[in-house]
């Protein structure tokens, strides 16, 4: 699995260096600790995250997550809104899908909430908290919160 997510990582950086320096692609890679709530059972983990995005409308972008599990391939869509705070510094919040690669397979809705700061042109550094809810259409409250921090890099 490290192997596909390098290989993706690399394709990514390669489909994208002929466009010019504004476009509206970007990468990233970080860490996320998701801490998963079953009945009364708790359990949590960190593991490793991609993230391949594409600002696609004004202050609005379209990603694509993977967190390389120990138990498997978590797989994300999320529309993110970007509300800017100042030059530099922007608060982020997210809608979309996550699937777990193990299991039962699933789409799963999730929410989250963050910031982002700017520290060059091309890079930038972000934390997210996301809430996915995996009872959705039974009567169960399992749920997995996950919090993240990473890097981005914009082509």
């Known amino acids: ?78 529309l993110v809104g970007k509300l800017p705070v100042c030059k530099d510094a922007e608060l982020l919040g997210t809608v979309g899908v996550a699937m777990a690669t193990e299991g039962d397979n699933a789409l799963n809705p999730q929410v989250g909430v963050g910031a982002q700061y700017h520290i060059t042109d091309k890079v930038a550094i972000r934390a997210l908290v996301k809430y996915e809810d995996m009872g959705v259409f039974g009567d169960n409250n399992d749920h997995v919160v996950k919090s993240s921090v990473g890097l981005l890099y914009s082509f």
């Open 1 to 78: 699995m490290k192997k596909l997510l390098i290989a993706m990582a690399m394709m990514a950086a390669m489909s994208t260096s002929a466009y010019a320096a504004n476009t509206p692609f970007y990468a990233g890679l970080g860490v996320e600790k998701a801490t998963t709530h079953v009945g009364v059972a708790t359990d949590s983990k960190s593991d490793g995250q991609l993230v391949l995005g594409m600002n696609a409308w004004n202050n609005v972008a379209v990603e694509l997550g993977v967190t390389d599990a120990k138990d498997g391939t978590d797989l994300s869509l999320d």
